[in-house]
């Protein structure tokens, strides 16, 4: 069993995930790198951990299938013995204008990005309240606060990631437990690549540091709530967007 806080990232085999999952392991966390579809990018993010000297593995788990949730927590819990940090970070885009919308699009959306929070939270709170201790950092995004043409889905599930954030450091908060969000703004990942030339143009235009965000510099911030130094820190949305949304 590794001496050291034990970090479980979901969606961590690429993108912010990985930054977060590398970031986390080099302030010493052991760290379990979550992947629902891609492997291979997990193993390519516990490889990268092992290199830099830190300690990693990696857990297959559709963060949107509550039993699934319970059963990687479980095990999670009967082979570590505590979880310190769990960062919600897994994350999907359907984007459509809401007239086209589908309801498929429109619920597999929420499932993920939603309630995949919800169910890695429900799992492990019981086992935090044990503890009387850690710290849950979830990956909101600005749109959240702003909303979005073409991204009604998105743009509700990342909303309701922050009413979960502020009603789970509500009821968790007098055990020393934190949860706070972390609200990226336009950030280059697989997520935005594809996006028009003329959108991100366009949108970098709002930030009034006029430039996108690098993942390491969602990941900083993560760490920083995941670490002792944020200890008085709960119930937050921390906005990382260079200024999109002032
Ligand atoms: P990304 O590059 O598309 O990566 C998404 C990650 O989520 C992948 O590792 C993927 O793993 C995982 N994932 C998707 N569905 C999953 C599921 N059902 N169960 C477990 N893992 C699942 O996206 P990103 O840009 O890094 O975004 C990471 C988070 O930041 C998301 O929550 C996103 O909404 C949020 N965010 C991003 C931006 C941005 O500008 N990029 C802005 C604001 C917020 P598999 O491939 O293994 O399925």
Redesign the pocket.
């Known amino acids: 069993m590794p001496d050291k806080k034990i970090a479980l990232v ?10 977060i999952a590398l970031t986390l392991a080099q302030e010493g966390m052991f760290v379990i790198v ?6 291979a ?2 193993q390519e993010t516990v490889e990268e951990i092992r290199k830099a000297g830190g300690e990693a593995v990696s857990f297959a ?5 509550f039993n699934a949730c319970g059963e990687m927590i479980t095990a999670l819990v009967k082979d570590y013995g505590h979880i310190d940090v769990l960062v ?6 359907r984007d459509n204008l809401l007239m086209k919308m589908s309801e498929e699009d429109f619920d597999r959306v929420i ?3 939603l309630k ?1 929070c919800f169910n890695t939270i429900k799992h492990l709170s019981r086992q935090l309240l044990k503890q009387r201790s850690g710290k849950i950092i979830n ?5 959240g606060v702003m909303g979005n043409a073409g991204q009604a889905n ?1 743009c509700a599930s ?1 909303a309701g990631v922050i009413g979960l954030t502020k009603s789970a450091a509500r009821e968790l908060g007098s055990r020393g437990i934190t949860v706070n969000a972390v ?10 690549e594809s996006l028009p030339d003329t959108v991100k143009t366009a949108l970098t235009e709002q930030i009034l540091l006029k430039r ?2 690098t ?1 390491k510099e ?1 990941a900083d911030v993560v760490a920083f709530l995941a670490s002792d130094a944020a200890g008085y820190i709960t119930g937050q949305v921390i906005s990382v967007d260079g200024g999109m949304a002032v």
């Open positions: 979901t969606g961590a085999g690429r993108g912010i995930g990985r930054a979550n992947y629902n579809g891609s492997a990018k997990a788990c559709n963060v949107a299938d919600n970070n897994a994350g999907i885009t499932a993920v990005n995949g990956i909101s995004s600005v749109t998105y990342k609200a990226p703004g336009f950030i280059e990942t697989e997520m935005t996108t965000g993942a969602v």
